[in-house]
């Protein structure tokens, strides 16, 4: 059985949350800078989302009953009162656990009626526990039940630490730039839905001891401890060890990934520019015609290359083949002058006579243009 991590006797259920005292582009803080106090880490949750944002639209708040997503729905439910949206927490069960399962989603359920919150929750009873498949399981469910009623948000506690452990995942993988800029506070679940991270400037150990300081418990989640998984492990063995020899290591890798985030959307803003000044044929072809840009120039290739990543994602063309190859290939076929045509993985068409350079899609019936 489980223990509550605040008075170490058994805990199968939320604890009373006291008195409630009395938010899409965030400012970027300084990690350090936000303590363990609670009226802190509201203010540090208020400049990364202002509530006037979201005060008046519906919020669903990802809770799993742990101690990160059980700070956040406190903390939404205080910031977000006085409007005219709702606040609801959502509770995906896996039934990977049995009865500890079932005890994390009664916790969040009474969490939600001591808020005076809407509750939701979406069992999906499988066997698969990989990380990676639970987490689009999740989002699924996340993007159908903020349809379902009308939300325009859908909020998780992901930290700065979870940040610095996801640009080390990343990095240990292979990556690019947008894998070492870490996740986005906000980005698209679905049509009309927002993914949001409030959460993004504030460490872990912060949210426990600002719960402390309210007198809330909250759930332990054993497998989080399994370091057979490769997050686990970066996080319960890897990151510790770093810290021992540089202090403070994992608030600087979120800090660089918050700066590699500023450079990145930069860089897509440009590219945006660029792709919307071109040429585009009603079936979502490219069109180029003269110069573009000068080829050797690592920054215009930059841009080239991210613009050329929108088109992609606007027309719904197949992305999982295209290798940096690919990309740079394309890209200097812009940046020239010969004369070439070759077809790039997904079926798309490159034709290319001196300055002129055509991209299209023969999938599903689509004809070469030459």
Same mark, same amino acid.
């Given at each position: 059985?489980?223990?509550?991590?605040?008075?170490?006797?058994?805990?199968?259920?939320?604890?009373?949350?006291?008195?409630?005292?009395?938010?899409?582009? *965030?400012?970027?803080?300084?990690?350090?800078?936000?303590?363990?106090?609670?009226?802190?880490?509201?203010?540090?949750?208020?400049?990364? #989302? *202002?509530?006037?944002?979201?005060?008046?639209?519906?919020?669903?708040? /990802?809770?799993?009953?742990?101690?990160?997503?059980?700070?956040?729905?406190?903390?939404? =439910?205080?910031?977000?009162?006085?409007?005219?949206?709702?606040?609801?927490?959502?509770? !995906?069960?896996?039934?990977?656990?049995?009865?500890?399962?079932?005890?994390?989603?009664?916790?969040?359920?009474?969490?939600?009626?001591?808020?005076?919150?809407?509750?939701?929750?979406?069992?999906? =009873?499988?066997?698969?526990?990989?990380?990676?498949?639970?987490?689009?399981?999740?989002?699924?469910?996340?993007?159908?039940?903020?349809?379902?009623?009308?939300?325009?948000?859908?909020?998780?506690?992901?930290?700065?630490?979870?940040?610095?452990?996801?640009?080390?995942?990343?990095?240990?993988?292979?990556?690019?730039?947008?894998?070492?800029?870490?996740?986005?506070?906000?980005? *698209?679940?679905?049509?009309?839905?927002?993914?949001?991270?409030? $959460? $993004?400037?504030?460490?872990?150990?912060?949210?426990?001891?600002?719960?402390?300081?309210?007198? !809330?418990?909250?759930?332990?989640?054993?497998?989080?401890?399994?370091?057979?998984?490769?997050?686990?492990?970066?996080?319960?063995?890897? $990151?510790?060890? !770093?810290?021992?020899?540089?202090? /403070?290591?994992?608030?600087?890798?979120? =800090?660089?990934?918050?700066?590699?985030?500023?450079?990145?959307?930069?860089?897509?803003?440009?590219?945006?520019?660029?792709?919307?000044?071109?040429?585009?044929?009603?079936?979502?072809?490219?069109?180029?015609?003269?110069? !573009?840009?000068?080829?050797?120039?690592?920054?215009?290739?930059?841009?080239?290359?991210?613009? $050329?990543?929108?088109?992609?994602?606007?027309?719904? #063309?197949?992305?999982?083949?295209?290798?940096?190859?690919?990309?740079?290939?394309?890209?200097?076929?812009?940046?020239?002058?010969?004369?070439?045509?070759?077809?790039?993985?997904?079926?798309?068409?490159?034709?290319?006579?001196?300055?002129?350079?055509?991209?299209?899609?023969?999938?599903?019936?689509?004809? *070469?243009?030459?």
């Amino acid at each position: 059985m489980r223990k509550d991590n605040l008075t170490g006797e058994p805990n199968t259920r939320c604890s009373e949350l006291g008195g409630r005292e009395g938010h899409d582009q *965030p400012a970027t803080g300084d990690i350090a800078d936000v303590s363990s106090d609670w009226s802190d880490i509201l203010q540090a949750i208020e400049i990364a #989302w *202002p509530a006037d944002r979201y005060r008046d639209c519906g919020v669903w708040v /990802g809770c799993s009953g742990g101690a990160d997503s059980v700070a956040l729905a406190l903390a939404l =439910a205080e910031l977000h009162r006085g409007g005219s949206g709702f606040i609801g927490l959502v509770h !995906v069960n896996h039934a990977l656990r049995g009865a500890e399962s079932d005890a994390d989603e009664e916790c969040v359920k009474e969490l939600s009626e001591r808020l005076a919150v809407r509750f939701h929750s979406v069992r999906l =009873a499988g066997n698969s526990a990989d990380e990676a498949s639970l987490r689009s399981q999740r989002e699924a469910a996340f993007s159908g039940l903020a349809h379902a009623s009308g939300a325009r948000y859908v909020a998780v506690a992901h930290t700065a630490d979870d940040n610095a452990e996801t640009v080390l995942h990343q990095l240990f993988r292979g990556t690019g730039p947008a894998g070492l800029a870490g996740m986005q506070v906000f980005r *698209p679940l679905g049509q009309d839905v927002v993914l949001a991270r409030p $959460l $993004l400037q504030v460490r872990r150990h912060q949210l426990r001891q600002g719960l402390q300081q309210r007198g !809330v418990s909250w759930r332990e989640d054993a497998s989080n401890d399994d370091t057979r998984y490769a997050r686990n492990w970066i996080r319960h063995e890897l $990151l510790p060890l !770093v810290e021992s020899r540089y202090s /403070g290591a994992t608030a600087r890798i979120a =800090a660089t990934a918050n700066a590699q985030r500023d450079w990145l959307e930069s860089i897509e803003r440009q590219a945006a520019d660029w792709l919307a000044s071109k040429r585009l044929s009603g079936d979502g072809s490219l069109i180029l015609q003269g110069e !573009v840009f000068q080829q050797g120039d690592a920054a215009d290739m930059c841009i080239v290359i991210d613009a $050329l990543r929108q088109l992609w994602r606007a027309n719904a #063309w197949p992305r999982g083949s295209m290798s940096a190859l690919h990309w740079h290939r394309l890209a200097a076929t812009i940046a020239g002058t010969q004369t070439e045509r070759y077809t790039l993985p997904g079926e798309i068409d490159v034709v290319a006579n001196g300055k002129r350079v055509v991209i299209k899609c023969l999938a599903d019936g689509f004809a *070469p243009t030459g």
